[in-house]
C-alpha cells in the first residue's frame, strides 16, 4: 500500500494512489464518470443530471423544507435577525443552549452515574437548596474525585470552595482557624 492512503488499498489506475471508489483515483474516477443528460459537458452527480441541475430539482420537489439546506435557506432567527434560523426560531448556538439547558439534569445524572429518578431524590431530599449554605442558586453535583460518589448538590461556590482546598478537610480546619484569628 503507498505510504500515507491510511490503509486504503492502491488505485489500479495508478498504483501510487489511493483508491477512491471502483479502484479508481480520485482524477480518474472524476473522468469515468458518465455525463450528464442535462449538461453533456459536466459530469453526471444525480439521477443523471449535473450538480446544479440535480440541486435545483431537488429544491423543487422538497419545497418547505429549505430551512434543512443551509445554503438555501432565507428565514432569520428571532434571536439573532443577523444568523440563519436554525429551530424552534433560533440560531444554532442559541437553540443548542437552550436544548442543554431544557436536558441539564438529564445530563448530569449520565455525566454521574445516576438514573433520573435518584438525581430527582437526591433534588426532592435537598429541597432544591445547597446542601452546606442553604442557598436556592443553581446547583452542580458534588462528588468525590477519588472514588466518584455522589456527595450531594451544591451552589457554584460552595462547590468552588471545595475544588479550591481539594476536598481537603485539614486545609478547610486550617481556613476557619485563620478566619477565627482575625
Known sequence: MPKGTGGIPPATCHPDRPHLAKGL???????ARPPAIC????????RGLCDNCYSHEWRATHRGREALTRHASTRRATCHPDRPYYG??????????????KNRWR???????LTEAELDALRQRQGDLCAVCNNAAPLMIDHDHETGR??????????SVLGWV?????????LIAYLAER
Open 107 to 113: 445530563i448530569l445524572a449520565k455525566q454521574y452515574g
Open 166 to 174: 481539594r476536598d481537603d478537610p485539614e486545609h478547610l480546619q486550617a
Open 150 to 159: 455522589v456527595r450531594g448538590l451544591l451552589c457554584r461556590r460552595c462547590n
Open 88 to 101: 424552534n426560531g433560533l440560531c444554532s448556538a442559541c437553540s443548542q443552549r437552550a436544548w442543554a439547558a
Open 25 to 31: 483515483c480520485a482524477a480518474c474516477y472524476r473522468k
Open 39 to 46: 449538461h453533456p459537458d459536466k459530469p453526471q452527480v444525480g
